[in-house]
Structures are given as C-alpha cells and as structure tokens.
C-alpha cells in the first residue's frame, strides 16, 4: 500500500469528522511554506471534544502505520497541534479558533476538497 500526503489527509479529516469536529477545512500550503504541504484546521465545542478529536486522529494515524511527531496542548484543550509531518492538524475550542483566526493568515493557501474514495 503506498501511503500518500493525500491518504493522509483524507485519514486524519475523517477521524475529525467521526468526532463531530466543525468547520473542518484543509489548506494547501505546500507551495507556501517548508514545514508541511497541508494545513488541517477545525474546532470543538468545549475541551473534552477538543481532546477527543486529537485522540481519534492520533490513534487513527498510528493504527494506519503512520507516524505522530507531536501533539501540543492536549492537556488544556484550546488548542492543539498535531504534528504528523506533511499533515499539520489544529484542532481549537471554538472561541480560540475564532480568536486565532489562521484561515485569515494562510489566506492565500487554496482550500482543498477530496473526492469520495470508490
């Protein structure tokens, strides 16, 4: 099975999904920026739903053999960065997402939508 940037991505938005994360949006950033080709960001309604959308992801990349560099903020739930290389997930509380506003930032990153798998 070959493992792509996109699989990836398409992975970790589902578990997101399957936590009832919102306004999940992907951002293609690999033509502005060294640090990753995709940008994941979305939100929870209060901490444990925070905390829950990292650990699906989390669990999910790891039962699918690929490899978590790091999770930032876990413990408080505001707001969390999960490091999986060319995939950069921010999973915020609602407020902070609103407060931080990293879609205005990455403005120029095109949006990204996957086609459903067949």
């Given amino acids: 099975m070959v ?20 306004n999940l949006v992907i951002m293609d950033i690999s033509k502005l920026s060294v640090i990753a080709d995709y940008f994941m960001i979305c939100h929870g309604n209060n901490e444990r739903q925070v905390q829950a959308i990292v650990t699906e992801i989390r669990d999910r990349a790891h039962k699918n053999g690929y490899n978590v560099r790091g999770i930032e903020g876990a413990d408080e739930g505001r707001w969390v960065l999960v490091d999986l290389g060319d995939v950069v997930i921010h999973v915020f509380h609602r407020e902070d997402r609103e407060f931080y506003n990293l879609e205005r930032l990455w403005a120029e990153a095109p949006l990204v939508t996957f086609g459903e798998e067949g």
């Fill in 3 to 22: 493992k792509t940037v996109e699989a990836l991505a398409r992975l970790v938005a589902k578990a997101a999904e399957e936590k009832k994360a919102e």
